[in-house]
Nanobody
Framework: QAQLAVSGGGSVQAGGSLRLSCAAS????????IGWFRQVPGKEREGVAV????????TFSDSVRGRFTVSQNKVNHTMYLQMNSLQPEDTAMYYC???????????????????WSRGTQVTVSS
């Protein structure tokens, strides 16, 4: 069974940057997508970005497009979420998740992901 471990959270001031890492271990060959999600207490989990592992293409939510980027290291099965120009509204617990879907799906649908990391807290102060 595959496992995902996310790291890199922390506290920054507005305008700062952080890079989150999502390391996959175990049976990872079935993973086709890695999604990044975040959640604020009392609110629904929000999809931030998704990347297609074989092709590398990515999609971002409107709230982070132009500020966040994704990359991957296929050798060590690690995905990265680079977060620039962070704002207080980016404060949340961040998660990565893996999907094995090979046909179209709504990437923000949490049910499409089979493996989830624990969260890492990102706090942005004004």
């Amino acid at each position: 069974q595959a496992q995902l471990a996310v790291s890199g959270g922390g506290s920054v001031q507005a305008g700062g940057s952080l890079r989150l890492s999502c390391a996959a271990s175990g049976y990872t060959s079935s993973h086709k997508w890695i999604g990044w999600f975040r959640q604020v207490p009392g609110k629904e989990r929000e999809g931030v970005a998704v990347v297609n592992l074989p092709l590398g293409g990515a999609t971002f939510s409107d709230s982070v497009r132009g500020r966040f980027t994704v990359s991957q290291n296929k050798v060590n099965h690690t995905m990265y979420l680079q977060m620039n120009s962070l704002q207080p509204e980016d404060t949340a617990m961040y998660y990565c998740a893996a999907s094995t879907r090979t046909t179209y799906f709504r990437w923000t649908d949490e049910g499409a992901y089979t493996d989830w990391s624990r969260g890492t807290q990102v706090t942005v102060s004004s």
